[in-house]
T-cell receptor
């Protein structure tokens, strides 16, 4: 069984500040981990993914995430927030035989203030 | 634009009714996934089809059914609708069976049951 916990349903930062969105996972098999972003009135878009290669993963729009097995974490960061980063972010995990059966966290809404 | 098309975008209906949601995957994609997004349950995996065959099943109610047709489009049928079925229903697609975890999501069909 797999699960994902995103700490903080809302995160607010100032433009130019560091963005940190937290994700912890639970998986009985080596996990594949993902971050998706959902802009208002749109579907989800893949930001980045970890599939057991490098533990530091770089994604689109300047985001990156680090897989830490000892902490069962996969936190998403961006050094400098931009107004266009305002969206809802979802951490997800899959593994085992049902690869398409992504288990999503509850989501974190990121607000960016000018 | 992800290339995944969902219709209708909005649907309002009454309890006890039946509706059909349609999804056209990206050109060339063989897998179609259905997800339900609601405020209380978050994003829940419903079902996956791969090249016309059911591949994985999630928390899909018996009142719900889906199929993938030879042209690879998919339909999700929801019957005996209840108030709690009100949600945003996403379709996603991928070329393979989902091993990469990169799913391409449509913009969703928002169902309101009154």
């Amino acid at each position: 069984a797999q699960s994902v916990t995103q700490l903080g349903s809302h995160v607010s930062v100032s433009e130019g500040a560091l963005v940190l969105l937290r994700c912890n996972y639970s998986s009985s098999v080596p996990p594949y981990l993902f971050w998706y972003v959902q802009y208002p009135n749109q579907g989800l878009q893949l930001l980045l993914k970890y599939t057991s290669a490098a533990t530091l993963v770089k994604g689109i729009n300047g985001f990156e995430a680090e897989f830490k097995k000892s902490e069962t974490s996969f936190h998403l960061t961006k050094p400098s927030a931009h107004m266009s980063d305002a969206a809802e972010y979802f951490c997800a995990v899959n593994g085992g035989t049902s690869y398409g059966k992504l288990t999503f966290g509850q989501g974190t809404i990121l607000t960016v203030h000018p | 634009d992800s290339g995944v098309t969902q219709t209708p975008k909005h649907l309002i209906t009454a309890t006890g009714q039946r509706v059909t949601l349609r999804c056209s995957p990206r050109s060339g994609d063989l897998s179609v996934y259905w997800y339900q997004q609601s405020l209380d349950q978050g994003l829940q995996f419903l079902i996956q089809y791969y090249n016309g065959e059911e591949r994985a099943k999630g928390n899909i109610l018996e009142r719900f059914s889906a199929q993938q047709f030879p042209d690879l489009h998919s339909e999700l049928n929801l019957s005996s609708l209840e108030l709690g079925d009100s949600a945003l229903y996403f379709c996603a697609s991928s070329y393979s069976g989902g091993e990469s975890g990169e799913l391409f999501f449509g913009e969703g069909s928002r169902l309101t049951v009154l």
